[in-house]
């Protein structure tokens, strides 16, 4: 099945630093999703970007389907944007794998 | 919308009982998620449901374990007999097939003793 590998596996910075994430994968995807589990547990999804580029304030992602990875971006980073980010893509239907995570540690 | 309701958020009970894990997805999504999360093994994708009918059950770790979905705005997770191995946080989501990303319920906690 398809392979999932996000870096760094953790990541601690100083509040108001920005910071990129990758996530690569080994098959083409027609499903791509990132996700942010806060500290409490709760998963967030961030974006559904299969292909392309897409922002919502401090975050981007960008998606390069035909070089099989993907970008989050996180700007001026904030104490709240601590926890852990994920990565999942699928290949077919429905059927989304996750990547094990980047943990990040945003100290103030 | 109140979102992805799953319950109980906390379980604990014995080895050799019964559980059921309950989730009502969003209003108006046909697809629902089925995820257990430990940190050994990550997130797993156990079943997943399109318009209450099970489509992939592939990660169901064993026959101890099964998933049902009577109508679009409910299903349960059962396993019986639960043994200590099956201790994780189990996910629940639902997503519409007009805008594919996932909104994840709060998780129910499962220990088994």
């Known amino acids: 099945g398809i392979q999932v590998e996000q870096s760094p596996p953790d990541l601690i910075l100083q509040e108001g630093a920005n910071s990129t994430l990758r996530c690569n994968f080994s098959?083409?995807?027609?499903?791509l999703q990132w996700f942010h589990q806060n500290p409490w547990g709760q998963l967030i999804n961030l974006f559904y970007?299969?292909?392309g580029t897409k922002q919502n304030g401090r975050l981007s992602a960008t998606t390069v389907a035909t070089e099989r990875y993907s970008l989050l971006y996180i700007s001026s980073s904030q104490t709240t944007d601590s926890g852990v980010y994920f990565c999942?893509?699928?290949?077919?239907?429905?059927?989304?794998?996750f990547g094990a995570g980047t943990r990040l540690f945003v100290k103030a | 919308d109140a979102g992805v309701i799953q319950s109980p958020r906390h379980e604990v009970t014995e080895m050799g009982q019964e559980v059921t894990l309950r989730c009502k997805p969003i209003?108006?999504?046909?697809?629902l998620f089925w995820y257990r999360q430990t940190m050994m093994r990550g997130l797993e994708l156990l079943i997943y449901?399109?318009?209450?009918?099970?489509?992939?059950d592939s990660g169901m770790p064993e026959d101890r374990f099964s998933a049902k979905m009577p109508n679009a705005s409910f299903s349960t997770l059962k396993i019986q007999p639960s043994e200590p191995r099956d201790s994780a946080v189990y996910f629940c989501?639902?997503?519409?097939?007009?805008?594919?990303?996932?909104?994840f319920g709060s998780g129910t906690r499962l220990t088994v003793v």
């Open positions: 999942a893509v699928g290949s077919g239907g429905f059927k989304t794998i």
């Open positions: 970007i299969p292909s």
């Open positions: 989501a639902s997503a519409g097939s007009s805008n594919y990303g996932y909104t």
């Open positions: 449901f399109n318009n209450n009918v099970p489509i992939d």
């Open positions: 209003s108006g999504h046909d697809y």
């Open positions: 098959d083409s995807v027609n499903n």
